[in-house]
């Protein structure tokens, strides 16, 4: 699991480096960005559906089904992430819908937010 954890985050990395080569310096001036310091969700965070497959809570990891994760470019998949805060894993068992923002955070793709789907 901790390779094929390595690589999916290598592959995102490198198609992340294509995606940022091929925008046009119009492209990027375009682009909205959150002030610094704020929080994700009042900048308009976007949330990805996902089916939670296991958790452990004692090194602060959920493994999801999720859809596609546009802010990462990342594909549907089922993935291992870390979690800022262990405390969103509480009330989480397998199978539980939810909703979640995920960022890079220390090189590691991360989960930001967390919340059951209604």
Same mark, same amino acid.
């Given at each position: 699991?901790?390779?094929?954890?390595?690589?999916?985050?290598?592959?995102?990395?490198?198609?992340? /480096?294509?995606?940022?080569?091929?925008?046009? +310096?119009?492209?990027?001036?375009?682009?909205?960005?959150?002030?610094?310091?704020?929080?994700?969700?009042?900048?308009?965070?976007?949330? %990805?559906?996902?089916?939670?497959?296991?958790?452990?809570?004692? +090194?602060?990891?959920?493994?999801?089904?999720?859809?596609?994760?546009?802010?990462?470019?990342?594909?549907?998949? %089922?993935?291992?992430?870390?979690?800022?805060?262990?405390?969103?894993?509480? /009330?989480?068992?397998?199978?539980?819908?939810?909703?979640?923002?995920?960022?890079?955070?220390?090189?590691?793709?991360?989960? %930001?937010?967390?919340? %059951?789907?209604?």
């Amino acid at each position: 699991m901790k390779v094929s954890h390595a690589l999916a985050f290598a592959l995102f990395a490198a198609s992340a /480096a294509v995606a940022q080569a091929q925008m046009s +310096k119009d492209d990027m001036s375009s682009m909205k960005m959150p002030a610094q310091g704020q929080p994700a969700q009042q900048a308009g965070a976007m949330m %990805t559906d996902a089916v939670v497959q296991k958790i452990d809570p004692a +090194k602060g990891l959920v493994v999801l089904k999720h859809g596609d994760i546009p802010n990462l470019a990342m594909p549907a998949m %089922t993935m291992g992430f870390d979690v800022a805060d262990r405390k969103m894993l509480d /009330a989480l068992k397998p199978g539980d819908k939810v909703r979640f923002h995920v960022e890079v955070v220390k090189g590691k793709p991360t989960v %930001t937010q967390l919340e %059951t789907a209604r």
